[in-house]
Every structure is written in structure tokens, then in C-alpha cells.
């Protein structure tokens, strides 16, 4: 079953065009790398899709339904799109539990109680039920992106969208956040993932998706982009990320 579809999506910044008439399809279940050199557009396409970024033109789908055209809509969005940043974006005058306790209290108007229970479990599903009074100047660069991934699951998203969670980390805390992702995908959570992991994108995703100059360049399974890209430019990308093993 198609859970989004996007068609035509156009993003402009004044006269520079980011996005040139991006067409996606997702299916539930399905969890899709997107890759491409810096400037491609990857980081602008997760915003567009939960409305972070207005796109200029095109539709976005949602569940059958055209969103993102009234106000209103958005809020509904984001309830049903969860996204993960590079930069975590945590409050840092909350402890954990309250990062992940916040948009259960504001946005659905949950009591404190039912957000603490619901908080409470999503830290433990990432591995930090014990860091839940800590606040984040003390939690390390991986604990503060699975808190931020806690705070995403709270709201039962449909969506995920995951904007190169690991960029931001010391090597040695890329593996902890992954892990959390990789037990996602073993869910069976619908996910869109900016990475630049292609080891891990080989083999956690169902589609890879490489994007050059706001299109979509060369799309298709792992084994198809990662191991026979068809097309030069995705050859030239892959040769200088050689780093990634299948």
C-alpha cells in the first residue's frame, strides 16, 4: 500500500531552483536511502515532505489526501511524519524524559502521566530508560541523536524521516545510533534515511535513491544502485566512498 506520494515537487530559494520536479512513491514498509554528493538536495526533500520547508510547487499525498495546501494541515503532518535531525534540535533546558514528554504534552494534549509512561518506554527501546532525568549538555553526541529518536517514536509516526543521523557524531558513536535505526527497520517502520553510511544503507534498505542536482538521478534495489549503478555520475559518487563495505 502506497503510504505517500509525491509529484512534481519544485523547491526554489529566490531565483535558485533546489528541487527540479521530484516524483516519489513510497510503499509501507519500505525503507529508502537517499544519497548524493553535498548540494544535491537530500536535506531539502525530507523538509519539503513534512512541510518544514513550503514547497514551491508539485503535491504531496499523504494516505490518499493532498496536504500541506491549508494551515491547519500541518500540525497533522508532523504528528504523522516524524523526523530526525542531523543536529538532535533537543531542548536543553529539559532533561531526556522531557524532550520526548514535550510533544505528547503539547501537540496531543496527553496528560503527564500518560506522556511519562509513553516517554519512559520509548527511552527504553533506545537504550536509555537510565539517562531519563539527564539533561543533554551531559549525554554524549550518540545518546543525544537516540534521544531525539525516542522523542520521534513517541508520536507514533507513520513516516520516518531520518536527515544524516550520524553526521554529526565521533566515529566511534556512529554504530549505537544505527543499531537503533537497523531495529526500526526490523519493525518494519516505514522510513526515508539522508545518509551517507553506504555500508549500512546496503544493508538496511529496500531502495536506494541517488540524487545529483535536485532530480533523481539512478534509483533502484541495493544490489542495483550500490553494486551496478547504470549511470556515470552515480559510478563517479561511488568511487569516491569507497570506504563502505557490502
Known amino acids: 500500500m502506497t503510504i505517500l506520494h509525491v509529484r512534481g515537487l519544485i523547491k526554489r530559494y529566490g531565483t535558485v531552483e533546489v528541487l527540479h520536479g521530484i516524483d516519489l512513491d513510497v510503499e509501507r514498509g519500505e525503507r529508502i536511502a537517499i544519497l ?9 526533500l525530507l523538509r519539503c515532505l513534512n512541510f518544514m520547508e513550503m514547497p514551491t510547487a508539485g503535491e504531496i499525498v499523504l494516505d490518499d489526501k493532498a496536504v500541506g495546501r491549508r494551515e491547519r494541515d500541518l500540525i497533522a503532518v508532523r504528528q504523522r511524519v516524524g523526523m530526525v535531525f542531523q ?7 529539559m532533561t531526556a524524559l522531557g524532550n520526548v514528554m514535550e510533544g505528547l504534552r ?3 494534549r496527553w496528560s503527564a502521566a500518560e506522556a511519562r509512561a ?8 533506545v537504550g536509555l530508560a537510565d539517562k531519563a532525568q539527564t539533561y543533554p549538555a551531559h549525554l554524549s553526541g550518540g545518546q543525544k541523536q537516540r534521544v531525539a ?33 537497523r531495529s526500526l527497520a526490523d519493525e518494519g517502520r516505514t522510513m526515508l534515511l539522508v545518509t551517507h553510511e553506504l555500508g549500512f544503507a546496503y544493508h538496511v534498505a529496500t531502495r536506494v535513491i541517488f ?10 534495489t541495493p544490489d542495483e544502485v550500490l553494486k551496478h549503478p547504470r549511470m556515470e555520475r552515480t559510478r563517479a559518487f561511488l568511487a569516491s566512498h569507497r570506504q563502505f563495505s557490502f
Open 87 to 93: 543536529q538532535f534540535n533537543l531542548f536543553p533546558h
Open 106 to 108: 503539547t501537540v496531543r
Open 149 to 181: 529518536i525516542a522523542r520521534a517514536l513517541a508520536m507514533d509516526p507513520e513516516l520516518l524521516l531520518f536527515d544524516e543521523p550520524t553526521s554529526a557524531l565521533d566515529p566511534e558513536l556512529v554504530g549505537e545510533v544505527l543499531n537503533v535505526i
Open 36 to 44: 548524493g554528493a553535498s548540494g544535491s538536495g537530500k536535506s531539502t
Open 211 to 220: 540524487l545529483a542536482d535536485g532530480r533523481i538521478h539512478e534509483q533502484g
Open 118 to 125: 509513553r516517554a519512559e518506554k520509548e527511552l527504553a527501546r
